[in-house]
């Protein structure tokens, strides 16, 4: 046990050294193993250091989670994402200003390679449409929770999409976007019904 800490310990501290000088070891990181991309992900991304540049050297596909609202991606990253095919919780919440680089062509072809995410927040995004949406419903069949909160451009478009393919959702944000009470109606008759248990709207 003495040994596997000490082991562990080690493998810690030298995840900290690449990430506190990652422009040094950007180009080696596609060579690590699968268990140490997972760890050095996770820590990238809790210290906002996950871009464009490197997100494909990192990723892989047995990966599970990926959570980027610390980070500063585009298009272009998103792109990378695509490989990650067992992938179940996507975050890409804004957690400061708006998120302006993230587009619906470029989130659908996520949602469209990522069949399996269960659970995604796109908090602030605000270029993404109902397109978005439709890619994400046809694709993920099983979706538990979405987060939309401030995606300026949804509309009541969204929710019949929802409500139509979405069986197995359970929360649902809709604060600050431009959904009315009509399309959230369209929930209470929709394949969600049962399952949903929390729909959070206001603006």
């Not at 490197?54 to 998103?78: F, I, K, M, Q, T």
């Not at 994400?136 to 999409?161: A, F, V, Y």
């Amino acid at each position: 046990m003495a040994v596997f800490a000490a082991v562990s310990s080690l493998q810690n501290y030298c995840l900290r050294a690449v990430a506190g000088q990652l422009a040094d070891h950007e180009t080696s990181l596609a060579q690590l193993p699968v268990e140490i991309k997972t760890k050095l992900v996770n820590l990238l991304s809790k210290r906002g250091l996950l871009t464009d540049t490197n997100l494909g050297s990192v990723l892989h596909p047995a990966l599970r989670e990926l959570e980027l609202c610390e980070c500063a991606v585009s298009d272009r990253g998103l792109s990378f994402i695509c490989v990650c095919k067992n992938l179940r919780k996507l975050d890409l919440n804004a957690t400061k200003n708006s998120r302006e680089d993230v587009s619906s062509e470029g989130i659908s072809r996520v949602f469209s390679s990522c069949c399996c995410l269960q659970t995604v927040y796109l908090r602030r995004c605000v270029k993404l449409t109902d397109d978005a949406v439709a890619a994400l419903t046809q694709s993920c069949s099983r979706l538990e929770h979405l987060n939309l909160c401030g995606c300026i451009k949804i509309t009541d478009i969204s929710l019949q999409l929802i409500a139509q393919n979405c069986r197995f959702l359970q929360s649902l944000n809709l604060s600050n976007t431009k959904v009315t009470d009509n399309g959230v109606l369209c929930l209470t008759s929709g394949k969600c019904q049962h399952s949903i248990k929390e729909v959070q709207l206001s603006h």
